[in-house]
Structures are given as structure tokens and as C-alpha cells.
């Protein structure tokens, strides 16, 4: 592994790049590492248009496919995240639980969930409009962790 370090004069915020041919345990370690020295907050660059932002990954609600894009939601934006799923399963912190096929969803953003016993149930979301389908599957899976994570237990 190459480390190298480039003093930018005028730069507002210090910015990490880590570049890989894969995504693997000691890149994800690596990026948890310097994640937390940034006082806990973590990070993720995600695209609008021709622009790339850099979110705080507690200001996403869910993350779905679209077609072939991977899109991630916020209480009023959506971006385009250059991640495949399976790879923000393992990048995200224990408050994102994958809840469909396509779907991963932040547990501390989730309002209610109206449940269908014949088809996807419904999750909303605190603070906004959004919606977000829970797979029959994925349901049981979900309201255990909910109810740990909201009592406490």
C-alpha cells in the first residue's frame, strides 16, 4: 500500500482519498479508522447532477435502486451513490438495516411502518413525505431491530 500526502495551501476542510482496485476489509477498516477521527462523523460523497457532495451518513434516510442507479434519499434531496448495495451493507454503521431486495434504510430516521400482510409493508420517515417498501422477508428482521434500538434493550 502507497500513502502520500499533498499539502494543498487554501484547502477550507483536509480530504482523504482512498484509492482501491476493490473494496476489502483492510479498505473498510482504514476508512472507519479516519472516519473516527473526525469526531465520529462519518462522510460520503454522493452525486446531484454534475456536482459531488460530501453527506453526513446520519442526514440519509435510505438508500434504493433505480434501475441501474443506486440513489440515496435524504429528507429533500436525492443523489446518485457510486456504491453497489451489497457494498454500503458493509461501508454503513449498525443504523442501516437492508429492509428489501433494493432498499437499505436508516433505523433512526424510521417513523412508523404500516404493515400488509399479503404484500411489502411501508416504512415513513421522520420529517418527510418519503416512503420506502419493506419486504414480508425483511419485516420480522426489522421490527426486532427497531424495538432494540428504540427501547434500549
Known sequence: ??????????????EVVIRC???NDSV?????FISKQNNGKRYLALTAGET???VPLEDIYFFETEGREIRAHTAEQIF????RLYELEELLPG???RIS???IANLDHIYSITRNLTASS??????????ALVSRSYYKALVERLNVKKLGL
Open 1 to 14: 500500500m502507497k500513502v502520500k500526502i499533498e499539502i494543498e495551501e487554501g484547502l477550507e476542510e483536509e
Open 21 to 23: 482496485g476493490s473494496l
Open 28 to 32: 473498510v477498516s482504514l476508512q472507519n
Open 52 to 54: 459531488e457532495y460530501y
Open 80 to 83: 446518485v451513490c457510486s456504491y
Open 95 to 97: 443504523s442501516f438495516m
Open 101 to 103: 431486495k433494493s432498499t
Open 122 to 131: 411501508e416504512v415513513e420517515f421522520v420529517g418527510s413525505k418519503k416512503k
